[in-house]
């Protein structure tokens, strides 16, 4: 018995050795579900470093503004924790940094605020946005001095316009 | 011919009797044309008019971009205004378009006649895109890229198989030749060997004239295919015979799967309307300027009106005499079309019919009921779908389910919900889900692009990092190594002191 | 207001009220051979369903209106009055239709939603429950429309000379008593194919499918899996050993084969949704009942057979998912 327990043990360690799993896997799942904004808005430098937060248990669940109640709710499913409302859910557009480039002084302070290296320019020249790689996260919005940077939401096109689940008679009633 | 039989399809009540039996006629010039710049599947064209210019007939207001295609002034006039005003699109959301007044001349300016047999053809290719030439069966894909592609067989599909509409069938009555030699000269630009021109069955008029003018070719366009490699074929008539992957298996027997394009199966298929704006526009230099709208339904004069492009929907519908009890306008047929949610947006090149709908033709929908899986919509799948199945996933949006049920090979077509005896919305659920997973697709993709690019900024900044301290360390061992030299020589000078003095400058670098 | 604007004009009540019609020829001819008291059962079966259904929709807050007027209830109340003897009292009908409608139906979601077929679980919870009442068949011309209507409303059962063995009975009594399939069908209770008289009803479940078939109501592919399974399994044991086997027609004219093959095994609700599928399940509910009335305790195994296969139908479902239209070729 003892000599069985002896082996299995020594193979449990082996494998523990063996198949040891790089990084945090379960940091790298949340960090998957989380919307990758960089946005900061959640006290910690990035999506991933929150991830890290949360597994080290220093984070609540309900910090990520853009993620929303939908992500919240797919965190909470993950960790089998208690989902917190965040508030009412609005349908959400993409929202990205639009720089007014009549007040830019090309300071290069946004540039370096930005997360995901979306705002090109260089120095006393003009900057702008790439909308396609903006994450609308706000970031760069404190550096600047002269606020030329507003956000707005992306045009609605018939490309990101969205049919509506089909509303009946019958489900009105069923559902209420 | 042998014809293969078309997958499952419906034979819904056609309709068509209402506006087939008057010839087409002319609408008068509207006070103001409305002409979108975005009037192809692909981008939208750039403007080269500024406000207050005259234009002609048919002159270039928006040179084609990228793969998109050019856009002319329907009218001779001047150029009021470029705004945004209402799509002819389900959302109702308004596009930038240029607005011309006409001054009721119509002086057009045309291009120089092309001759398919001599000029190159590259030429007659751009003459297509510079012509501003879609496919007028609905889809508006611009022709010149698929006249690009090399093909054995050409498909001309004059099937016309939604209910109510009759444009085609007008137009290949009445100026059969014309679309006879357009085909003729798509044959010649793709290199296709036959040309099969299926028409259905309940349009035996089109058909005859059709075959009449294939008989009789105009020498231009036998000098791009021979007669005897054209054939008109009368299809059975069955919804949605007229879908291109469907018409293909029909006239060639060739199953293209859904994730497939017909092109790499050696087959193209053309619109009639298509084919007859390729040959005015080649052959007479004309621009596509204006199009055959079928005005039906609910009015007084239901007929077919060439109607010229960018004419305001509630004009046209003004001028057939909409009749009491008429509550909304669908644009395109009652099996794909859709409701107009405004009447402002004008007549594209994709806007084959308008129907006039009232409570006694087009009765609301009665409510849905539970569905009880019994099988109608597999039975009329043209795709060989399980809509039911496509219908739960999408409805408890378990869209991985909805995905696995190949609900994007499903062109909603809507035999399904036309045969539903628990009445449900079955298309509605597919295009909810269709739009979601895209949006979430898109959505992934954007959180995935921005982690990548997060991270590598990370590692850049990291890097510059290192490097700095690395550049830091490399100047400060320089300035080490210097004063070292320059302690020895002290040091040779000042003699043994030097080691003792060394050691706090150490400390300091 | 989104396409398609316009609708073929057909309903879920349609189909009911097809189905429905499609059972006359075989109740016809049960009140031909067997007597009126069926139709007594019959009334009061949907009386209990209507009522069933209608207090289910009103708890769960449903339209009432709209599932109540559909016909699905009627359609199980009839099955269920159609499988049960037709002497059996009241309260027995009645207690299958409430198991139906509240128990395999409403607590799984109502119409659409359920995975077995209401009218057969009804039937196994019946014959678990009641089996001497349920084995209590009347014989042909056995009992006069008066003492059917007594027994049916609770009368004291008396019921010698008026109940008489089943055809699968009295061939399964005959073969455990060693005697061979020959001599066994020459006693009184067997007619040309099956057993006498109730043979005609199974021939009126057979013009009524036809009808079925005919209106598009249902495909073949059940029909004929129904009636392949169970005669393959019955030929193959016929022709190996026809003394101790019935023939394939006897099984399929006697019990409730024709009623299964043409009017259970197509409820679309509880089967398999492919055409493959679809004979693949009914084929698998012939091959269970004609193992169970052959081998098990049961005289007829159908009811059985078609919750089993119920079970299956999400793993059928699995396996025979077609390709659409231009998959198939490439694989």
């Not at chain 2, 002034?73 to 009021?80: D, E, L």
């Not at chain 3, 239709?97 to 119409?111: N, Q």
Request: hydrophobic share 45%; proline share 7%.
């Amino acid at each position: 018995m003892t000599g069985i327990a002896l082996i299995l043990g020594a193979a449990l360690g082996y494998a523990a050795v063996y198949f040891k799993v790089e990084g945090n896997p379960l940091a790298e799942k949340i960090s998957a579900l989380l919307p990758q904004t960089q946005c900061a808005q959640c006290g910690y430098p990035g999506c991933k470093p929150y991830a890290e937060a949360i597994v080290g248990g220093e984070a609540e669940i309900n910090l990520c503004t853009p993620g929303g109640d939908d992500g919240m709710r797919l965190l909470a499913e993950l960790l089998g924790r208690e989902f917190k409302p965040r508030g009412a859910p609005v349908e959400k557009l993409k929202i990205v940094a639009l720089i007014d480039e009549q007040t830019c002084i090309g300071c290069t302070l946004c540039i370096q605020a930005c997360p995901v290296d979306a705002i090109i320019g260089s120095a006393k020249q003009m900057h702008t946005v790439v909308s396609r790689y903006c994450t609308g996260c706000e970031l760069c919005l404190p550096p600047c001095p002269v606020d030329c940077i507003v956000l707005a939401e992306e045009p609605r096109t018939p490309q990101n316009w969205r049919w509506k689940y089909p509303a009946t008679g019958l489900k009105v009633v069923a559902w209420h | 011919m042998a014809l293969n039989s078309l997958r499952g399809g419906i034979e819904p009540d056609a309709h068509k009797k209402e506006s087939s039996e008057t010839p087409i006629r002319h609408v008068p010039l509207p006070s103001r044309l409305v002409v979108p710049l975005v009037q192809s599947s692909q981008e939208s064209a750039r403007t080269i008019i500024t406000v207050g210019d005259r234009v002609l007939k048919g002159q270039c207001i928006g040179e084609a971009e990228g793969a998109g295609i050019a856009i002319h002034a329907p009218a001779s006039g001047t150029v009021a205004e470029i705004g945004y005003y209402p799509m002819a699109h389900p959302s109702g959301l308004t596009s930038q378009a240029i607005v011309i007044e006409p001054d009721g001349e119509e002086h057009w300016i045309t291009y120089e006649p092309l001759d398919p047999a001599t000029a190159s053809r590259d030429e007659l290719i751009l003459r297509i895109q510079a012509s501003g030439i879609v496919g007028m069966g609905g889809a508006v894909f611009p022709s010149h890229i698929k006249a690009r592609s090399k093909t054995e067989t050409l498909l001309i599909n004059g099937a016309e198989c939604e209910p109510w509409i009759t444009c085609d069938d007008r137009l290949m009555r009445e100026r059969a030749s014309a679309v006879v030699t357009g085909s003729a000269i798509l044959a010649h630009l793709t290199g296709a060997r036959q040309i099969l021109i299926g028409i259905e069955d309940n349009k035996p008029e089109a058909i005859a004239a059709m075959r009449a003018a294939v008989c009789d070719m105009e020498p231009v366009a036998l000098k791009c295919l021979d007669a005897d490699k054209i054939t008109v074929i009368a299809v059975p008539t069955r919804y949605p015979s007229g879908g291109e992957r469907q018409l293909t298996r029909i006239l060639t027997g060739i199953e293209v799967p859904p994730d497939k394009r017909v092109t790499g199966f050696g087959v193209q298929c053309f619109n009639v309307a298509t084919a007859y704006a390729v040959c005015r526009a080649l052959l007479h230099g004309e621009s596509m300027v204006s199009r055959i709208v079928t005005v039906t339904g609910n009015v007084e004069r239901p007929g077919n009106y060439e109607t010229p492009l960018g004419m305001p929907i509630a004009e046209l519908i003004a001028l057939c005499g909409p009749k009491p009890g008429t509550t909304r306008i669908l644009m395109g047929g009652p099996m794909m079309g859709f409701t107009l949610p405004s009447l402002e947006a004008p007549v594209t090149k994709g806007c084959n019919c308008l129907i006039a709908a009232s409570a006694e033709l087009f009765p609301p929908s009665e409510p849905e009921q539970p569905c009880i899986r019994c099988g109608s919509c597999v039975n009329v799948c043209p795709i060989e779908l399980q809509p039911f199945e496509m219908y739960w996933s999408s409805r408890a949006k378990n869209f991985d389910s909805a995905r696995q049920y190949h609900l994007f090979s499903c062109m909603e077509c809507g035999c399904c919900a036309y045969v539903c005896p628990a009445h449900i919305p079955l298309v509605d659920y597919f295009r909810f889900a269709k739009s979601e997973i895209r949006a979430r697709d898109e959505e992934q993709k954007a959180a995935d692009q921005a982690r990548a690019r997060f991270e590598f900024r990370n590692a850049r900044l990291g890097r510059e990092k290192a490097e700095k301290a690395a550049r830091m360390a490399a100047k400060a061992a320089e300035t080490r190594a210097k004063s070292a030299g320059e302690a020895a020589l002290i040091a040779s000078a000042v003699d043994r002191t030097s080691a003792a003095a060394r050691t706090p400058r150490d400390r300091q670098s | 207001m989104t396409s398609p604007h316009t609708r073929q004009p057909d309903s879920v009540q349609r189909i009911m009220i097809t189905v429905l019609v499609a059972l006359l020829p075989g109740i016809a001819a049960y009140v031909w051979q067997v007597g009126a008291g069926i139709l007594v059962n019959l009334a009061i079966a949907t009386a209990a369903a209507l009522a069933a259904e209608a207090l289910m929709l009103r708890l769960r807050k449903r339209p009432l209106w709209i599932t109540l007027s559909d016909g699905s209830a009627v359609v199980t109340a009839w099955l269920i009055a159609l499988i049960l003897p037709s002497i059996a009292p009241w309260w027995l009908t009645v207690t299958g239709v409430l198991v139906a409608i509240v128990m395999a139906k409403h607590l799984y979601g109502g119409i659409g939603q359920n995975p077995f077929n209401p009218a057969m679980a009804a039937y196994c919870a019946m014959i678990v429950a009641y089996p001497a009442l349920m084995s209590q068949w009347p014989s042909v011309d056995g009992a006069d429309f008066a003492t059917q209507v007594h027994l049916i409303l609770g009368g004291s059962r008396e019921i010698d000379g008026i109940t008489g063995a089943t055809a699968l009975d009295a061939m399964r009594t005959g073969l455990r008593n060693q005697n061979d399939v020959h001599s066994i069908l020459g006693t009184g209770v067997f007619g040309f194919a099956g057993g006498r008289g109730w043979e005609w009803i199974a021939a009126g479940y057979f013009v009524g499918g036809l009808f079925l078939l005919a209106r598009r109501v249902i495909t073949w592919h059940l029909p004929l899996g129904f009636i392949v399974g169970m005669g393959l399994m019955a030929g193959i044991f016929w022709l190996v050993a026809p003394e101790s086997f019935p023939s394939p027609l006897f099984h399929l004219a006697s019990g409730g084969a024709m009623l299964a093959a043409f009017f259970i095994v197509t409820d679309p609700v509880t089967g398999a949704s492919s055409s493959l599928g679809k004979f693949i399940f009914a084929a698998g509910v012939g091959i269970i009942a004609w193992i169970i009335r052959t081998f098990g305790v049961y005289p007829d195994g159908i009811a059985f057979a078609v919750l089993l296969m119920n079970i299956c139908v999400p793993l059928i479902n699995r396996a025979t998912q077609p390709a659409p239209v231009g998959k198939r070729k490439s694989p």
